[in-house]
């Protein structure tokens, strides 16, 4: 687990940097290509969902393997100087490529600062960057769910989940869950072009986010009550309305949120023009407010930490 402090010291310290080398870029650019190569219009909905399957197929091996030999070229490159830290901070800068508190944290910092200063234009433009819906109409309270709910669902597929899979497989699985959830990024939509073509894409990602999901819902409880939120609460509206979420995963995180900061996500949101009502996740005892924000951060970092020092707890306590 050192590997994966390692990571977050670097996320926490430099950020993410922004590069057409960044190895979520490139498997963007592979998504992209392969999706030139594969997709056809005229296909039908067996055929597209085969080819869908085997970009798939075809990205996480990449990726998988692209991962196993950046550490293996980190081993072979130090094994004669006994420079072993060496391959931890390797492994370690790879993997803070896979997690992004800091992303977020920053964005989410960025929106509050514009919000307390009245600047409603600007906040309604940035978090147009980080949320798929409309936000030319949003007033304060859309801006501040739009924000919190962000930060509560990616908290999962940006920071547990990598880290997850790397417990479990090493920086390798950890590169091809980002793979895959970049891929459900990309084409994982029920729309007419990606129905077929990127079913088998979303169902992998929700696969792979099943437990991470869960486990972040806990790992919210446990923050909740370390910093004295109402981690009770936080409980209860996860228990009762994480499964309204539209996603078989997002809302163990954002109900979870929502209940230990006394608010209430969901509700009415715009795509392109078109409304759509989002079930309620929690309950409206306090009004939504860009303080929200900071405290949603708050439970996103300390969440993080604890399911590292709980990994390593573990790892430790079984010898390794």
Known sequence: MITAFVAFF????????????????????????????????????????????????????????AGAAFLYLSY????????????????GLLLSFMISPNSLATAGKELYTLLEQGKLEEARQKVGWIVGRD??????????????????????????????????????LAVLYRAANTMDSMIGYKNEKYLYFGRVAARVDDALNYIPARLTGLLFIGSAWLLKFDHRHALKIMKRDAAKHPSPNGGYAEATVAGALHIRLGGMNSYFGVESFRAYMGDPIERLSPKHILESIRLMYTATVLFLLLAYALFASMGY
């Open 135 to 172: 936000t030319d109409k949003l007033e304060v309270e859309g801006i501040t769910r739009a924000t919190v709910e962000t930060i509560a669902e990616n908290t999962v597929d940006g920071i547990i989940s990598p880290f997850f899979f790397f417990a479990i497989g090493g920086v390798p």
């Open 76 to 91: 072979w490159l130090t094994g004669e100087t006994g420079f072993w830290w060496v391959n931890y901070l390797m492994g």
């Open 10 to 65: 670097i996320d926490t310290v430099l950020g993410d940097p922004k590069t057409r080398f960044h190895p979520v870029v490139l498997m963007g650019n592979l998504i992209s290509l392969l999706e030139k190569l594969l997709y056809r219009p005229e296909d039908g909905d067996g055929r597209k969902l085969l080819s869908g399957a085997l970009l798939v197929a075809i990205v996480l091996l990449v990726s998988y393997e």
